[in-house]
């Protein structure tokens, strides 16, 4: 005898399907500008498979969240090879169908570039956006290794829509992202200055406009705790940590989608892919608890 579980995210066989999901995971494997270890492009499969074996009923919010909200996985959209120009452009259509269709993207990297895109789908629909980015590195360089479409060029190129930031945990940044931040007095949190508390979920709540999207680049965390990153950076913060600041942030604001990008999948250690699906369910949970 076997059995065998839906190949989505969370393995679920209800629950599932396009019409009766509130949540629409988007697999993006992508990776073209990593500029130190590559390989983003396996993380959406990884986190799936990880998936699969993450509990169904949450234990803090005391529900099976999949079952209050449907959670639907769209097949792997794939790659532009043109370049990240062009492929920030194509999420930026799907992210429009999806918003179209009013449900809420989970957008799985893949690189951080693919967040240009999305940011620029939602700003059609919430012109009042912001966006809320947990990251190791500022990424607000007007250009890196030719391309103003680079992972480290992200946040620079969001912040030219006229969307506000926010961002935490950084420990890494050029002298002339220092400069741009303070020039432009961008919400810019050390890791060190929310460690030692210099800087709490007060002041990143205050930091947003009512309507958020999140994109958390998984070199946040510490990489004692996720070390499949490209760039793993010392100093980062906790799982409990990263908790505290998204329960707060969801309690106080509507999120209308989030991202999840540069898990770099280390073959035979599946801690941080499973570490990314859980928080991807978890923070699932947090935006609809209120609809529980
Ligand atoms: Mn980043």
Redesign the pocket.
Known sequence: MYSTLPFNFLGIDTHNSFEESKVVILPVPYDSTASFRAGTREAPLAIINASRQVELYDEELETEIYDKVGIHTFNEVMPNMEGPKYESEMIRRVFLDVLEAEKFPVMIGGE?SLTIGAARAIKDFYPEISVL?L???T?LREEYENTQYS??C??RRIYDEGIKIAQVGIRNSSKEEAKFIKANNIFSVTARQYRYGYYGVEEIVDALTDTVYVTI?M?VFDPSEVPAVGTPEPGGLSWYEILDILREVTFHKRIIGFDL??LCPIPGNPASDFLAAKLIYKLIGYCFRGEF
């Open positions: 951080h980015q990251d190791a590195h990424d992972h480290a992200v946040m680049d070199d990008v540069e």
